[in-house]
């Protein structure tokens, strides 16, 4: 059947001579000119990000980016112990693991305090409700996660400090249980203060991620564990029906 | 059983009130003090890198991150079609992608250049050897690929044009075929002499592909193109046993 | 630290001498005895299938193994096609686009109508309540797919036909807009009436569509068309900012 | 651009009213009257197998399903402990395990005996050559795999005792090293005989382990584990530079 087809695409064309990315000039334009992350910014909202927003964006990828023996970190070595000729299988495992439970606070915590903000919802009436509130507490840092007041005094520094890390703030300052807030939540009510895509925020917690999946994945490959993770539980296996 | 377990790692470790990554106190000396590019440099070499090595080190990453509607773009789109709840699907799926054939080229030209060193190999000697030479020739640049000379270029400027990059040069120069030094080659060879295991070329790659697949999915997001693709697809089968 | 650790399985387990799947000795009873499709119930529902269980059991798996081009199968081929050394990777990419939208529907429906059972609600009572019901209409099969009365009568010459192919199907007889029963929302229902688990009915539209994907990648072995595909696309990009 | 496009499958194919599948109608000619491993070899193979092709093939398929706490299962118990709303993550996590060193010995015998079949060696040319022979001794099964002797018989039985596993009988009993046949080589040289394409070898030892991951999954969901192999690595953390 003939056909007219068009598929539009604001970020990556080329041709014989030239790539072009998000209407700029990939060689002459971006190369040596924008840094990584601020790259990873501009591609997701289209806009080239301020050099405060993208120290606060940073900040964020640097928080999020490796906490050790997590379980995504160890499937992604299992999986390079299993496959080492696929390294993109063994960062693809770790990153399906950066779902609801383990990475989810970001963008949950994101997506709560937009919607929170788009009802106008006060802090009061939020910390008062007796709902779950995604940010507020950690399983590890019961008294203080350290990330905390880093990135807000990161924000704060860069005149970002907006509505979504406010709010979250406030609850915090108000609620009954005195839970402190966990950085992976700040992390999302900061991107959300940037202006980027609530939907897109686990996507940049899973950027983050990337980066320390490889240095997993490195390090596995200088000085291997998984053989003995793998050991350690095969051998304490026992049959129950 | 009763054992002794011990699981060395160089990278992140936690308590209650601290987190660690790399032997740094996470909050208070990288957070907002150090690049997310510069981060996952530090993560994989374990050494923090000199700010012109973070400069040649980015703009590979800025250079390889997207290149439009790639077989793993469209991968990430029609995965994100199918399973939109699961943004770490649709990025992995589009990383599986990253093999031999569209991504591989950076590591294979590190590596060929590195074992060509090793074993101390001249230009001419590889030029004229008729072996087939990774990171040489490109199908779409036939005549330039853009990225060369600027990756070049910056390297030089930096003071990190090394034995690998120079040694892509030469034998670009003295190939009977006159063929044009593939960017994505020029971004191995620069990842090599910037003293990284060519063991993780691939890796990189695969980190400037994540940001650049997180565009793809924010832009399916909002301007959807992976359902008509599928539909393209879908109404031009035609059942040949 | 010296620690007891104790993992319980009822799965696999082996020594120097023999190896045990689900309390059987695999070589001696169950090769050559039991079935892949009675295993793969077996494994999950932690009993052994009735004959009948098994026709049932893999009518559905024969019913949702490949659909043509969906979006999956077009997934796995252009991820084999970047990268074919790694045939793992092109399966788990076809897999990670069973999500909510094409694949989950099985899942859907069988979830729904155990709790509709648990809740002891009527087949007049929830199709008279206006709510979206997962099975109920198909995109393409506007007047009948032709799975449904096939599975049905599969089940009911199986004596499998339960509370949840009842209640659907009583649920189509009554609803006021007159749609057909989905082929896939029918499997979900029949496969809980084998009393296997809700939790994990998506993952036997997998199983079965992992069956279809190597049917995929195969014949883009030997009759490729990802490049095409790629092509097609590639050739019809338009930048629009 | 107007274009032509043709997209050939002999797969699924299906319009308003029916669905198609390798030329049958779906509904009427395949669900309760072939089984689920008939159907997969179909898939692949294009051509119906034999019932006694179908013993042989599905042995295989129970032989390979499950292995216990295999560095997949892990893989995929912990990114479903990760992410539990996305069952195809966990399951991509553990197939992407199926690489060279775990899943490839089956591709990896059935391929070196399919060449060296083309190339018209011995047993005693093979066995005497010193070179590493893929099949051929097993890390755990020292002595004899109980795999080995059982497959072999229902090939015998079924008469479809071939030249792989004749050429890989007549190897392990010339060479020197005497050692025993691994199982999962053996299925590889089995799948051979059976004219299957051995390009496609590993993707049915990822079909076998899809089954048992969804049994590793399944009983995660009713008695984990990840979580305390989680905790035990993490808890046994050293930090080495």
Redesign the interface.
């Known amino acids: ?21 998000l ?1 700029q ?4 334009d ?3 000119k ?4 601020e ?2 910014f501009w ?2 909202a ?1 806009r080239r990000p301020s050099s405060g927003e993208v ?1 606060v964006f ?2 964020v ?3 999020l ?8 970190a ?2 992604a070595r ?2 390079y ?13 770790g ?9 989810g606070v970001t963008e949950d915590c994101g997506r709560f305090l937009a919607s929170a903000l788009a009802a106008g919802r006060t802090a009061e009436d939020i910390a008062g409700s007796g709902e779950r509130i995604p940010g507020l507490g950690h399983p ?5 996660d ?2 905390t ?3 807000i005094g ?1 924000a704060k520094e860069e005149g970002l400090y907006g509505p979504h890390l406010r709010l979250l703030d406030g609850i915090a300052a108000v609620h009954p249980k005195k839970l402190p807030l966990n ?1 992976a939540g700040v992390c999302g009510a900061a991107l959300a203060d940037l202006g980027l ?1 609530v ?2 925020l ?3 917690a ?3 991620r ?3 999946l ?6 596995e ?3 291997p ?2 053989n ?3 050991m ?10």
């Open positions: 059947m003939a056909e007219e087809l068009k598929f539009p695409t604001g970020l990556g064309t080329s041709d014989a001579d030239s790539i072009s990315l209407g000039d990939l060689a002459a971006l190369m040596g924008v840094g990584f992350g790259l990873a591609l997701v289209k120290r940073e900040s990828l640097v928080a980016a490796d906490h050790g023996f997590t379980p995504t160890i499937a299992l999986t112990l299993s496959a080492p000729n696929s390294i993109q299988g063994a960062l693809a495992a990153l399906l693991g950066g779902g609801s439970r383990f990475l590890v840092h019961k008294v203080r350290p990330r007041p880093v990135l990161i950085g895509p939907e897109m686990r996507g940049f899973l950027l983050a990337a980066a320390g490889l240095g997993q994945i490195a390090e490959q200088q000085r564990i998984a003995d993770i793998y350690t539980v095969d051998r304490n296996a026992v049959f129950e029906p």
